[in-house]
């Protein structure tokens, strides 16, 4: 493998003993579910950083939540909820979706996946450079204003 980093190349082996695990993240696994038994047929282990959020299509418009819903729940099945990190982020204040939103929408959501996942993780998004552009459209287009969250809140 290259290092992103500088570019140095690195051997890395992957067979099975020298893995420790794979870490597989997506918002839907729904594609992948059936792939899933051929990495673990081959002696890998592995884990899942399940991304799904409260977002509204205004922040974030290409998930068929429901879909990663179901998804979710079926690979908590097939593995354990021991196997599944529940992301809840990023989470996005702004005028139109403030902390009550989240509030309410984390709790329907913890509320269908309880018994699937065991942890739950969730940040605040960070603002770099892309993210601030797209944000300044967003409020000029949108009429709304984005809450920097690494201020004091």
Not at 55 to 60: I, K
Not at 134 to 147: A, C, G, S, V, W
Request: aromatic share 18%; with cysteine.
């Amino acid at each position: 493998m290259v290092n992103p980093f500088g570019g140095k190349k690195y051997i890395v082996s992957l067979r099975p003993e020298d893995v420790i695990c794979f870490v597989f993240w997506s918002k839907n696994f729904s594609p992948f579910i059936d792939n899933l038994r051929i990495v673990e047929e081959s002696g890998y282990r592995f884990y899942f950083n399940y991304t799904i959020t409260a977002l509204p299509a205004l922040f974030e418009n290409d998930v068929e939540k429901e879909a990663a819903i179901a998804a979710l729940k079926q690979l908590s099945g097939i593995y354990s909820p021991a196997h599944i990190n529940w992301r809840f982020d990023p989470i996005i204040l702004s005028s139109d979706y403030d902390r009550d939103f989240y509030v309410r929408a984390f709790e329907e959501l913890a509320s269908e996946l309880g018994g699937y996942v065991e942890r739950c993780y969730f940040s605040f998004v960070t603002q770099y450079s892309k993210v601030i552009r797209n944000f300044r459209e967003l409020e000029r287009t949108q009429k709304l204003k984005i809450t920097d969250c690494s201020e004091d809140y």
